[in-house]
Structure formats: structure tokens, C-alpha cells
């Protein structure tokens, strides 16, 4: 999606002591390494894949202020990284961080998957959340042969092919959006009898004559043995069981946060979201969390803009409270 970028100055020094430390490069991690950087803290941002986060695999944003027509996740996200590093934030992708320790000297040791151990005076946790499993036979099987969870991604490949969408929230009928324009048909399933999404992404739906839709029916099975040939289906009012031929399954059935790393580091709530102030301040002193990663939190890019601007003046108070250390 994005070139791998690790900041103006090149290869990320890990021995080099950083004011901010940035967990999760999508619109809350950016957004307060922009503000961070350009109040002239040493700012590193960590990802473990692509920079741009779930934003970045959204066909189309058009909720977003400022984009009258919309634009599209990933060009967004490149905006975000692009005035980050202006700024001064350093970025290391593909590198997934597996624990954070405070040392005897107040500072922070952040640990990655690669072995490298970073250190910091402060650590945002921005590390937002992954499309949650159906946990049903095939789909482990099948992915990334058919099952997907990315339509953005995925969809293109499936040109003229019928292919199915499992939930009908926001998530599902965004992406769908760009299957309509590929597939020949895109039957989408809903547990419940009803869509949850915004009526005008519903009605954008019902009007293409290339969507189905079967509302009250609960997923059971994903067929296939090289690749995905059908998906299995159980109408909750009749019992009756449907297969239906389909080249992809795209999943959509909700989120759960990327906090297994800090677990029993910070306080999370029963689902796993960190549990934060108003302050974007945990239960930890010194480590801050934003967007969709935080408890009780609306999964959108504005909203997630607005922590990350809110956890950077946080972790400024944090910072000037506090001596130079290291």
C-alpha cells in the first residue's frame, strides 16, 4: 500500500532514546506523531504491517471533513504519513511490537517481533483493532483462497464472479460498494433482521439489481477445496438451509482491539479495549491510547484524529512535568 518508509533520516537507530513512542501508524498514531514532531519531541511511529491501518483498505471515505466527493482510505492515510514525516516522526513498519516494560529509570522498553528494543519517555498505544473470525468450518481453511476480509483488497480479483458478503453494518455495505462495481452478484447475509448500517449506504444496496440480500440467517459454512465454491446458510425463522455458489466470502461481522501485548500492562475492559481518561491517559503513567483501540469508542477516522490530537497535548504536559532523562 505504502512504500516502506522509515522517516527522513533513514534506518531507525534503536539505541537512540525517543521523547514519543508511537504504536499503530493509522489516523490516531499519525495524527499525534504530527502534532508531537512538529512540537519538536523525538517521535518514532511502530507498525507491525502497512502503515494506514483499517482506514487505509477503505474503498471510499466519504464521512471524512474536508472531501466534498470523498477519497479514498489509502490516499488519506498517505496524506497522514506524508505531513508525520515531514514533521520530523520516524516510521518502522513490518515489525510487530510484542511487550512494554517501564525501566528503574522511568523509562519505557518497547520490544518488537524482530528483537530490536526501543526506548521512549512516553508510548501512545494506537494500535487499533482486526475484522473479527465467524469461527466457522472453512474459513480458516480458505484464506486467503475466497475468504477475505477486505474487499478494497480482494474485490478486483473476483471480476464477474458471483461472491457473497457476510454482515450488513456500516463496514459491510462501505465495502461492498466496490464489489458491486466488479462482481456479476453479491448476496449479502445478515444475522439479524435488519441492517444496523446508515440508510444511505442501505439504499444504495437495495437499488443495484446486482445485490441480494437475506436478512435472519446465520452463516454455517464455507465450501471449497482449492479455493471457496459456496457458502452455507441457515434461515433463523424457517431452519431451512441454503448453499450458495460463490467464488469469495467477505467478512464483516465486527472488530476486536489489537491489545493482546499489553495485557495485564494496562486496564482493558471485558471486550479487551483499553480503558483511558479524557486525557487519552491509561491506567499506566506515561502510556496514553487513541481511536479505535480505547474503550467505549465510535470506530471512525474523525473520531480517531481527535485522540490522537487529544493524546499528543497529553503526553506534552506528560513530557514537560518531567526532567530529561537517559
Known amino acids: 500500500m505504502f512504500n516502506l518508509s522509515l522517516g527522513s533520516e533513514g534506518q531507525v537507530d534503536a539505541q537512540q532514546l525517543f521523547d514519543v513512542v508511537i504504536v499503530g501508524a493509522g489516523a490516531a498514531g499519525f495524527t499525534a506523531g504530527i502534532y508531537t514532531a512538529r512540537d519538536g ?118 471480476a464477474d464472479q458471483e461472491v457473497a458478503v457476510v454482515g450488513c453494518g456500516n463496514s459491510g455495505l462501505q465495502e461492498a460498494e466496490i464489489l458491486l462495481q466488479y462482481a456479476r452478484k453479491v448476496t449479502f447475509v445478515e444475522y439479524l433482521d435488519h441492517s444496523i448500517a446508515e440508510k444511505v449506504l442501505q439504499e444504495r444496496v437495495q437499488s443495484n439489481p446486482k445485490a441480494v440480500c437475506k436478512l435472519s440467517h446465520q452463516v454455517v459454512e464455507i465450501k471449497g477445496e482449492q479455493s471457496v465454491s459456496a457458502l452455507v446458510i441457515k434461515d433463523r425463522q424457517s431452519g431451512q438451509v441454503e448453499e450458495i455458489p460463490v467464488a469469495a466470502v467477505f467478512i464483516y461481522v465486527g472488530y476486536q482491539p489489537d491489545t493482546d501485548f499489553v495485557r495485564g500492562l494496562v486496564d482493558l475492559d471485558e471486550h479487551g479495549y483499553i480503558l483511558t481518561d479524557e486525557h487519552m491517559r491509561t491506567s499506566v503513567e506515561g502510556i496514553f491510547a487513541a481511536g479505535d483501540v480505547r474503550a467505549n469508542n465510535l470506530a471512525q477516522v474523525a473520531v480517531a484524529v481527535g485522540d490522537g490530537a487529544k493524546a499528543a497535548v497529553a503526553m506534552r504536559e506528560y513530557l514537560q512535568r518531567r526532567a530529561p532523562q537517559g
Not at 502503515?51 to 490516499?75: R, V, W
Request: aromatic share 10%.
Open 41 to 158: 519531541w523525538k517521535t518514532l511511529i511502530l507498525e507491525k504491517e502497512a502503515s494506514g491501518g483499517l482506514a487505509a483498505s477503505t474503498h471510499k471515505i466519504e464521512n471524512y471533513p474536508g472531501f466534498p466527493q470523498g477519497i479514498d482510505g489509502s490516499e488519506l492515510m498517505e496524506r497522514f504519513q506524508q505531513q508525520a514525516e515531514r514533521f520530523g516522526a520516524q516510521l518502522a513498519e513490518f515489525d510487530a511490537v510484542t511487550r512494554i516494560e517501564k525501566n528503574a529509570a522511568g523509562l519505557f522498553e518497547i520490544h518488537t517481533e524482530s528483537g530490536k528494543m526501543y526506548r521512549g519517555r512516553a508510548v501512545l498505544l494506537a494500535t487499533g483493532s482486526q475484522p473479527k473470525k465467524l469461527g466457522i468450518p472453512g474459513e480458516a481453511e480458505l484464506y486467503p483462497r475466497g475468504v477475505s476480509y477486505c474487499a478494497t483488497c480482494d474485490g478486483p480479483l473476483y
